[in-house]
């Protein structure tokens, strides 16, 4: 069982994991969604709805802007979840 976070950008291959863990019978918990310019109370509530399948679901596939995930560490250093989650996926820096 995982959760699943998509970012700004990760919406298309979010759908493409979920098809695939569907396929081969894992248990998508949670799937949220967050905006890397989401202030600090969205980033709380995003883990407490993780938190929420805890022990089972300790895996977040993210799909995220490397300032999404830093956000999403910030807030799990201010909540004292450091080493709950194990966050996976690929940060992806948008050029301009």
Same mark, same amino acid.
């Given at each position: 069982?995982?959760?699943?976070? @998509? ?5 298309? +291959?979010?759908?493409? &994991? ?13 799937? +949220?969604?967050?905006?890397?310019? @989401? ?7 995003? !883990?407490?709805? !993780? $938190?929420?399948?805890?022990?089972? @679901? $300790?895996?977040?596939?993210? &799909?995220?802007? +490397?300032?999404?995930? $830093? ?11 450091? +080493?709950? &989650? ?8 948008? !050029?301009?």
């Amino acid at each position: 069982m995982i959760s699943t976070v @998509a970012g700004n950008y990760g919406e298309s +291959g979010m759908e493409a &994991f979920k098809d695939m863990a569907a396929k081969e019978g894992i248990c998508i918990a949670h799937s +949220g969604k967050i905006w890397s310019n @989401a202030g600090q109370q969205s980033f709380d509530r995003l !883990l407490e709805r !993780l $938190r929420a399948h805890l022990p089972k @679901a $300790r895996v977040v596939a993210c &799909f995220c802007e +490397g300032m999404t995930v $830093r956000n999403i560490l910030m807030a799990m250093r201010r909540q004292g979840l450091v +080493g709950e &989650f194990l966050l996976i996926g690929r940060s992806v820096e948008l !050029l301009s």
